[in-house]
């Protein structure tokens, strides 16, 4: 039996694919490779094993999800294949929106056609908006911020209705801030463009591929200014699938939401200074104005993962650095 990972070549999907492997499960990977390269398929397969399946081709074409079902022995599914940029999704509203919902139902109804009934959702913490405190909890209040956040606020009502009337099993996975790398410095994250997200933008400055840094307001109620954020070790947010996959075949039955971070906030400007430490000399970056919608602080309450999954993040911001800096220096370009 099998563990198919769809949009297992995008970072947090390979990445998973490799703590899959090292948990003793089999994989297979399905990937159209529109925002990710086949060469992380090839660098997962040298850390685990080289006949991982890896089916090409888009969800939302029939033919794809009856080859992934029909050719391999599938019985529980992770799910990231998606569009992912906040940005973008503002300008692309409707290929968002029939990208990621699509994909989902169609991946959903799939499952129902083979039998297959355990399956996690890769969320976002984005369902919650605007957080109006902090650490956040699975109960606090959800909405969305942009089309991206609504489409993972819409997938995870998709999901819980047909938790609710057929045998479907899910946990919806709401994750914080990725970051980091394989300790091998072999896979990492490669975005597509400019990076969105502050770390590997901080690491493309570091390789000299961009200019400097731009901190987006230091005048925020925070103990230096700048945003606070929760951020977690890609590998420790893969593990988090592990044990997802397992409490499903323990019993855990339903839709279930759980939040996954590290319980701890780090600013915009530690972030900073915790990469130059790893790079070993000063990340240049200057300071502009907020952007609108961005919120103070944010992090996430711990305690329901680790009782559900039995699961707590055991990596903190140093080595999350320390790794992606690895990854980044071995690969200047990343997997090109």
Same mark, same amino acid.
């Given at each position: 039996?099998?563990?198919l990972v769809t949009g297992g070549a995008g970072y947090i999907g390979s990445h998973t694919a490799v703590a899959l492997h090292d948990a003793g ?21 040298? $850390? ?10 888009? $969800?939302l074409d029939p033919a794809t999800l009856e080859r992934a079902f029909t050719d391999h022995d599938i019985d529980e599914v992770i799910h990231f ?17 029939? %990208? ?6 169609? $991946? ?6 083979? !039998?297959?009934?355990? *399956? ?7 369902v919650y908006g605007q957080p109006d405190e902090n650490p956040v909890t699975e109960a606090a209040p959800t909405g969305a911020e942009s089309p ?10 998709? *999901?819980? &209705? =047909? ?9 919806? $996975? ?10 091998? !410095? ?34 925020? &109620?925070?103990?230096? !200014?700048?945003?606070?954020? &929760? ?8 593990? =988090? ?19 996954? !971070?590290?319980?701890?906030? %780090? ?5 900073? =200074? ?16 907020? /952007? ?24 903190? *911001?140093?080595?999350?650095?320390? &790794?992606?800096? /690895? ?10």
């Amino acid at each position: 039996m099998a563990t198919l990972v769809t949009g297992g070549a995008g970072y947090i999907g390979s990445h998973t694919a490799v703590a899959l492997h090292d948990a003793g499960r089999d994989v297979v990977l399905v990937d159209n490779f529109s925002n990710s390269s086949p060469k992380a398929v090839d660098a997962l397969r040298a $850390l685990t094993t080289p006949d991982i399946a890896c089916v090409e081709g888009d $969800l939302l074409d029939p033919a794809t999800l009856e080859r992934a079902f029909t050719d391999h022995d599938i019985d529980e599914v992770i799910h990231f294949a998606a569009y992912k940029a906040v940005g973008e999704s503002v300008e692309k509203p409707l290929d968002y929106y029939g %990208n990621n919902l699509g994909s989902t139902i169609a $991946l959903a109804q799939a499952m129902a056609d083979h !039998g297959v009934r355990r *399956l996690v959702f890769s969320s976002s913490c984005t369902v919650y908006g605007q957080p109006d405190e902090n650490p956040v909890t699975e109960a606090a209040p959800t909405g969305a911020e942009s089309p991206y956040g609504w489409t993972k606020f819409m997938s995870e009502q998709i *999901l819980t &209705d =047909a938790a609710n009337a057929t045998p479907l099993d899910v946990v919806l $996975l709401r994750y914080f801030n990725p970051v980091g790398a394989h300790p091998s !410095g072999t896979l990492g994250e490669d975005p597509t463009g400019i990076p969105n997200n502050l770390v590997p933008f901080l690491m493309q400055v570091a390789v000299g591929r961009l200019e400097k840094a731009r901190v987006f307001g230091t005048d925020y &109620d925070t103990p230096d !200014g700048s945003g606070v954020r &929760d951020y977690i070790h890609v590998m420790d947010l893969a593990e =988090a699938h592990v044990a997802a996959l397992d409490a499903l075949s323990d019993g855990l039955s339903g839709a279930t939401a759980v939040n996954i !971070g590290t319980g701890v906030g %780090n600013s915009v400007l530690e972030v900073i =200074a915790a990469v130059a430490e790893a790079v070993g000399r000063p990340i240049p970056y200057e300071i502009v104005d907020r /952007r609108s919608g961005d919120i103070a602080m944010t992090w996430a309450a711990t305690e329901f993962a680790a009782d559900v999954l039995g699961w707590r993040a055991s990596r903190d *911001l140093d080595e999350m650095v320390r &790794d992606h800096w /690895r990854w980044q220096s071995q690969n200047p370009n990343g997997f090109e």
